[in-house]
């Protein structure tokens, strides 16, 4: 995969760090990061709108008196949505991709986090008014100074990025992916990311497994405790073990601030699905056999 060479497998999540979940004081937010980087989770994902627009600094701050040095870590962060929120001048939430925004934006974010640059600038959603020549000069700016080093989106189909890539290369792909919401398979967003040798990047990797009560989440517990004993896993393992599988490269973004878990999903990497179990669990999620 194109420019993810120093981003690590597995993704630390910042969304439930502060407002929007677990608001961890500043010295909760380093020995966080500090916990992630012993096992070897160097990548942090953030979006500016997390906690409210508040995640970002909160993180940045922490970070600044951690002593991790720069060079070890990498970050990526969003753009684009703009909330009702106190701190914003907002109507309507809605995307905005003016020149103008996208390099406030990422200055602001730069800013935020205490850092000279960012690793993986993304896209956060698709805007119907966005202009891909006019996205395309606030990115070049950006890479020209060194504010960015790579460009790329989040839950943007196929179509959109080629609409894009009429004006600039797109890097890399964050999209909602895992056993229990796994139709990106089969619309092309996978495909375009093999044959493009695009980051994919999964957010929400263990899907509803753990927070709903399904007929399909009673399915895929049937036989998964199973393979629980066969391969001496958690079920989140194996949940992310799926996913990494598939032979686009997934890098699961994974939301959980519990040290217990990262651990865990740090741990999934090594496991290797045979093959007929990996579809074991897609049958038992879709349902039926596959066609």
């Known amino acids: 995969m194109q420019n ?5 497998r597995i993704i630390a999540g910042t969304m439930t760090w502060g407002q929007w979940g677990k608001n961890f004081s500043k010295q909760e937010m380093i020995d966080l990061m500090r916990y992630c980087l012993a096992l070897g989770i160097t990548t942090f994902d953030h979006a500016d709108i997390y906690g409210g627009y508040s ?3 909160e993180f940045g701050n922490a970070f600044a008196e951690s002593k991790i040095n720069r060079e070890d870590i990498q970050l990526i962060t969003k753009c684009g949505i703009q909330m009702v929120n106190d701190t914003r001048d907002n109507l309507v939430k ?4 003016s020149k103008e925004y996208i390099i406030w934006s990422a200055e602001q974010s730069l800013n935020n986090l205490k850092t000279d640059y960012i690793d993986l600038f993304l896209l956060h959603r698709p805007s119907p008014l966005m202009q891909p020549e006019v996205i395309a000069e606030a990115i070049s700016k950006l890479k020209d100074e060194g504010k960015i080093k790579s460009f790329g989106v989040s839950n943007f189909s196929a179509s959109q990025i080629a609409l894009l890539e009429t004006s ?6 964050q999209l909602e992916f895992s056993l229990t919401s796994n139709s990106i398979m089969n619309d092309g967003s996978l495909d375009d990311c093999i044959v493009n040798q695009r980051m994919l990047m999964s957010w929400s990797p263990l899907g509803s497994f753990f927070r709903e009560d399904t007929e399909q989440v009673k399915s895929i517990q049937k036989v998964m405790s199973s393979l629980l004993e066969k391969y001496n896993a958690t079920t989140d393992q194996l949940l992310l073990a799926w996913l990494m599988k598939h032979p686009a490269g997934v890098y699961p973004v994974v939301g959980t601030t519990s040290k217990e878990r990262l651990k865990t999903s740090f741990e999934a990497v090594q496991i290797e699905l045979s093959l007929q179990d990996w579809f074991i669990l897609l049958e038992a999620s879709n349902g039926h056999e596959v066609p």
Do not use: D, V
């Open 94 to 97: 809605h995307y905005n991709y």
């Open 4 to 8: 993810n060479n120093t981003f690590s």
């Open 55 to 57: 995640t970002e600094a």
């Open 168 to 173: 600039i290369p797109i890097t890399g792909n």
